[in-house]
T-cell receptor, first 112, second 116 residues
Framework: KAGVTQTPRYLIKTRGQQVTLSCSPI?????VSWYQQTPGQGLQFLFE???????NKGNFPGRFSGRQFSNSRSEMNVSTLELGDSALYLC???????????FGPGTRLTVT | AQKVTQAQTEISVVEKEDVTLDCVYE???????LFWYKQPPSGELVFLIR??????QNEISGRYSWNFQKSTSSFNFTITASQVVDSAVYFC?????????????FGPGTRLSVLP
């Protein structure tokens, strides 16, 4: 099976812009989660989607949003970018009934 | 509230030495899941193991072994006869059943350097 894929792999944006990141889960996986990784805060949970519904949400401002499509692919959007949003954004998927998550390679976002 | 502590920020060992990475967790849920992930320099998190709260059996997989002790809320990871390829950042993580087991809380990670 192909692994979790994320596009784009690298992105440079300017403060105030918005950005959309994409994630394709492992075939058959219906849960998709997003995490932000920074040197200062480590790995932090953003949100999780299952069957097109947000089931869990982390402690991030409303500028961070996401959605999931009927084919389980997911997107996350960050509006009004701030310098502090520079991070590695990781997407993970999991099999129904299992709990381990399988991670994609991440999208490295740089905000200037 | 969930919390994962990895007290060792960085560890350096010489190849073939054994090394143990510590993980201590906090949770109020009675059903929870513990994980170890490896993040090599390439950046992708690699799943190593999952342990359910109701299963305290230790596990061995090749050179890797895990010791889960509910009494001390610890889930330690030992690499036997370490190799240079084991150099990476290792994360311990916790999820609770009340969040469908999908809201992972990660520890800060332990950077392991294995020197030849």
């Amino acid at each position: 099976k192909a692994g979790v894929t994320q596009t784009p792999r690298y992105l440079i944006k300017t403060r105030g812009q918005q950005v959309t990141l994409s994630c394709s889960p492992i075939s058959g996986h219906r849960s998709v989660s997003w995490y932000q990784q920074t040197p200062g805060q480590g790995l932090q949970f953003l949100f999780e989607y299952f069957s097109e519904t947000q089931r869990n949400k982390g402690n991030f401002p409303g500028r961070f949003s996401g959605r999931q499509f009927s084919n389980s692919r997911s997107e996350m959007n960050v509006s009004t970018l701030e310098l502090g949003d520079s991070a590695l954004y990781l997407c993970a998927s999991s099999d129904p009934g299992a709990y381990e998550q399988y991670f994609g390679p991440g999208t490295r976002l740089t905000v200037t | 509230a969930q919390k994962v502590t990895q007290a060792q920020t960085e560890i350096s060992v010489v190849e073939k030495e054994d090394v143990t990475l510590d993980c201590v967790y906090e949770t109020r849920d009675t059903t929870y899941y513990l994980f170890w992930y490896k993040q090599p320099p390439s950046g992708e998190l690699v799943f190593l193991i999952r342990r359910n709260s109701f299963d305290e059996q230790n596990e061995i997989s090749g050179r890797y072994s895990w010791n889960f002790q509910k009494s001390t809320s610890s889930f330690n990871f030992t690499i036997t006869a370490s190799q240079v390829v084991d150099s990476a950042v290792y994360f311990c993580a916790l999820s609770e059943a009340q969040n469908y087991g999908q809201n992972f809380v990660f520890g800060p990670g332990t950077r392991l350097s294995v020197l030849p």
